[in-house]
């Protein structure tokens, strides 16, 4: 049974404050490299290629778009208008 629209974004909203939880954790604890894999550094491993600065960049980028999403879940316009993504 399929889940009305608003439902399922709240529940797939809840994910990412959890998922955002735990990547500010990481971020804060420097432990932010252990999310990866190393087939996606090429060249490296993780823990020698992604830094503080991403990871702190990366949790404030998640932050404003979990943000973004909890309002316009809540019927709210976006502060700023959406971007053109096509």
């Keep these: 049974m399929q889940r009305p629209a608003a439902e399922e974004g709240a529940r ?8 955002l939880r735990w990547a500010s954790h990481l971020a804060r604890e420097g432990g932010f490299h252990v999310a990866c894999f190393p087939n996606g550094v090429p060249d490296g491993i993780p823990a020698e290629v992604f830094t503080a600065a991403a990871a702190d960049q990366a949790v404030t980028l998640a932050t404003e778009a979990v943000s973004l999403v909890g309002r316009l879940l809540a019927g709210a316009p976006p502060e700023a208008p959406l971007p053109d993504l096509a």
Excluded: F, G, H, I
């Design 12 to 19: 797939w909203l809840a994910q990412a404050r959890e998922d």
